[in-house]
């Protein structure tokens, strides 16, 4: 529910700016929560107090709460299949373990589907990929003002920046992409070797077979190539900011409808449960096309040109 005395621009503008933490400058000058400005005597490590002084903190600056969620989840996520597995039974699976079992069946058809080399490390990868993304989904589930409000109460800051959806903060999700990428180049060595992956780059989609032809070919099929290549982490990481930010913003829309009258309240209410359903639907596919793509894009770096 919308603060009261907050515009809806300000709360919008609350509800999308995360906990940063960085470095502001000596003589920066702040603005106070009162409107009055102080002047920094020196370089400072600090919470930023405003949208405008998270940029200015710049590229090193860290987004505490981002970050939390993210680790916490992914914790989150390790120790329920540790404790499941733990108490794994050879009987009919009940309860969570039939959950998990069921979870990691389907991984391991779609991987087997998608991926035909040896690798046992994409299978336990693409299982990671998809339950922690979907746990950081999951969190977009959560009533806007509910964690929040909990963070400001506990700090004594009622200005309080706290996003709590992981995967709409675009450094999170650009930052599990290229990590894929880099990863991807990384076997893509390791299985054609430095010169084939060099050929790769240069050798295709064009490729005449003279070399006094292939050499003017060269440049063209490294740009393409290098772009094809480069767009695939970017498209990744995008592709599930995008949807779950679009989705938190809707949420944030609906929530502003609370503090609007009894009707648009209770009208509030049905769009938040009807949102919230069909996004159940949002988030599991947005896990599964991320995990997907991360296993297409391990069977390419696999692949040693014999199909092109």
Known sequence: MASEGITATGYIQHHLQNLAYGKLPAGYERINADGSVSVLEQDIWTLAHSSQEAVDMGFWAIHLDSMGWSIALGLMFSFIFYRVAAKASAGVPTGMQSL??????FINKTVSDTFHYKNSMVAPMALTIFVWVFFMNLMDLIPVDWLPMAAASVSGNDHLFFKVVPTTDPNITLGMALAVFFLMILLSIKEKGLMGFVKEL????????????????????????????????????????????????????????????FVLGLFAGVLQWGWAVFHILVITIQAFVFMVLTVVYMAMAHNTGEDH
């Not at 990744?236 to 502003?256: C, P, S």
């Open 100 to 105: 998990i079992e069921l979870v990691v069946d």
């Open 202 to 261: 240069t050798l295709h989609p064009f490729h005449a077979g003279k070399w006094y032809i292939d050499i003017l070919l060269i440049p063209i099929n490294f740009l393409l190539e290098t772009i094809a290549l480069v767009s695939k982490p970017v498209s990744l990481g995008l592709r599930l900011f995008g949807n779950m930010y679009a989705g938190e913003m809707i949420f944030i829309l609906i929530a502003l409808m609370f503090g609007a009258g």
